[in-house]
């Protein structure tokens, strides 16, 4: 089957085949010996095609020797026989084999046709001398079936009519037609190539496509691509075909060029080739090799020198290039040493932690006489040998130590994280960001710090937002909306600078990782250092509605010995039992941090901020709670083991402020109002931060109350709160109430709107459970407003700068400034009580945190009765809340194991904290008249 499909390739290659190949006719040669031989005979086995032969019956002897490639046709044709007497005897031909022949089966029909031609069928128009193929049939391509119109055979009109002469040689005596065929295109070449002599060519029979596809697929035995290396090692020029042909005659070129156009592609590409012409030009060497490696066994012999590997021709390319380019004339003497190369000098650190530090050569040098006796009976402090000038010690610093055998700690600012293994809290969820739950995303109001918002701070670059920033006074962080220096200059952007410096993560960034104390449970301790006032990380959680609070602590929360509940912003609460480690710093009286809310993009947020001092890397991180437990059996020991401690977890102690007669007061309340009190003094810069615009809620019954409420807990407590509630009931009206850090001008502006307009109260407060105002927010805010108002406005020793800041803006909004508010509601004010300046860069904070009852608690509780724990009770002023910055923290207390009912005391009130150990009834704001509804209750202490 091969054989029939090399066939025509054969008949294409032989029609190029010059030389002795016309002229033998030697029949006797076998398949074996065609190949390759120019001298071979041609398989030229011709028989007679029981098909498409059938109308030939007796074929022409060939007469002279240009018939190679009709010697090939015939030798299909010889191949076809059998295949025909095959088919007639009805047996199966096996599939690889016949695949292209079989497409050709006897088909008697056309075998009579073709042996007798019907009457209607085209009369041939061959001569009868002459034979006449069926070229299809040979090529094998009228698989594909025939077309027939009328009823006339296609098969006849596509016959070719073939002179005599190219019947020539064709040779019963070649065997195996196949054999040949396949090797037949090894010789092409050679044979093209001798084609340059040949005179006269045969005419070639027109060859099908797919004849010549089969050939390519006949795989030839020596493959193209080893025939094109081969013509590229050679090295020799190449021949030129085309020059040869030049000198042929018209029809010998014609001839062979049509031969070329019949060879495969990659045979014509190697046409010219000395490989393809079988033409050595290289002398056969002989090698040697060992081990896979070439052994040159007489290097004196004439062998050309191995090339060198590509890569390095080129380097040596390129140097020589390079060099030539540098000195075109002067060519460097062989051996000569390169100046250009130097040797290589071998470099040293001469910077680092100890570098340049060498020991002194007088080691006495510089020691007082004291000393210098103490080091001479300190042999090993003695230098011996060479100074190790590798890794010195700090011999300027580190001997006087060592003399003087003090024990010293090597400051470490780097990342200290504490190793692997330590106890970590129970799985917790962390959460970056605060989420709203429930209800309270539709109560909260998105942005009511917006219209505050819209006025930018007049700092220049220069000034960098600094401590006179009135954003940064106001706690309101800088960005582009609200600052017009830029993100480069401006220094009040610390939770952006919190998020890019924690968006990468890991240990150092971040700054701080929980840790287990000795006795307050988790805490947090930095594992970096902090500067100043440098913000560390954000309270972030779930903010939650009041009613939700109190549900949670209820259902949830109720067996749990701490609450991480916080007062937030329009009396919502961050319960960050889901949110950031925030949560686990614990409370100092001495603390090193601050909580501090601030408004970010119109949006409040919490976050801890180091104190006035740096903090070191190990430090646990505290802030004061300011925590308010309302309740005796709250109260909780405090184990900061500060030197002022408190000794409970408590509020902090207010400052001791002087009243001021109530003419003064009024006097600046006027004053205030005609907006023409700003006044301006050059102060400290801590004293011009401290812009503090307060308006405080109390009255006097409160205040005679003030501390005696947040701990008494008495039998008639509920009726004299009630008492104390009505009163305030009546006192209630409007009232603006700022606890926060003056909230400022720019807070103001709005309330003073907001009073115009007729709303009773305006607080803009970290301490959100408020018990006062609030009409608006959330179910349980709606509460009547208890407080009363005193108002007053002190201002603080401000800088010409931001007065003038501020005023501007005012003016610019054309408001009628803080003060005309806060008049407002002091109007409604039965008694003023004056208050000094409040917080300064910390809001009030309420926290709402549950924490153990401390077994001491609970014994006082159980000897004393409801009696207030006395360690409760604030003593002085600790440092911090001299300066005003603690937040509010109040713990809510167990209301399980009370029945009594109980109502927020004053200092609650006025915190704006609410905090029941609740019975139910005092839970309930239908029962409790005027008292506020929002009460949180606390289940959960143990
Ligand atoms: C918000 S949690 C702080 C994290 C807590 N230590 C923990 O392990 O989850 C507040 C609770 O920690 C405890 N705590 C914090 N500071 C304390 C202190 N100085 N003295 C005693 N207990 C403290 C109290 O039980 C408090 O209720």
Redesign the pocket.
Known sequence: MAAIQAAPAVAELDSLLCGSSFTSNDSTETSSSNFASPSSTPPTTVSPDSMSLASEPDLPKPESGIAPSIEAVIAVTDSHEPRAEQHASGQQTPVGEDAIVVAEPPRPTESSELAEPSPTSRPRRARSSLPVYNLAKLAGTDIHGKRRSKGDAVVDKRRRTISEGTLANHDDSAPNGSTDALERPNQAGQDNADASRTRGSAPVLHKPKSARVSKKSSSSPVPARLTRRAARLSGAPVENLTLKLSALGKRGKKAIEKGFGRLSRELLRLKDTDEFAHIDTRPVRYTVWSNGKYVDIDPSQETPAREPPRKKVKVDEKANNDEQKAAPSEKPEAGAPDPAKKPRQKKWLEKGLYAGQEAPTDIFKGLTAQEKKKLASLPELMRRGKPNKTFPLPMYNGLRILIHGRDFKLPFDVCNPLPPGQPK?AAYRTMTKNRFVGDAASYWKKTPHIEDFASKCVCKPEDGCGEDCQNRIMLYECDETNCGIGKEYCQNRAFQDLQERTKKGGRYRIGVEVFK?K?????VRSNRCFEPNQIIMEYTGEIITVAECERRMNEEYKDN????LMSFDQNMIIDATTGSIA???????SPNCRMIKWIVAGQPRMALFAGDRPIMTGEEL?YD?NFDPFSAKNV?????GSPNCRGV?GPKPKEVKTPKPAKEEKKSVKTTRTTKTTKTSKASAKEKATVRTTVKVSTKTATKRKVKDAFEFDGDEEEEAAKTVKKRKIKTSTGVKRTVSSAGLKAAKGAAKKAAKGVTTIKRSVSTISVSSKKKTGPSSSSKVVTTKAAKVTKKKTTTAVQRGVSKKIAGKKSTSTTTSTATSAKSTTTAKPKTVVPSRSPSLT?V????T?PAAQKKKNSKGSSTPVSATPATSSSASAKGELPKLT?SGSGKTSARKWTPSRKALEAGVVLAGSPASARSPAKAAGSPKIKLVSSGAK
């Open positions: 809290p104390t006795d307050r449970g988790y805490g010995e701490c609450y991480y949560r686990f710093v614990n409370h100092s009286c505290t709670y909780q020991k405090c184990l900061c977890l926290i945190a549950a924490g153990v401390t713990i």
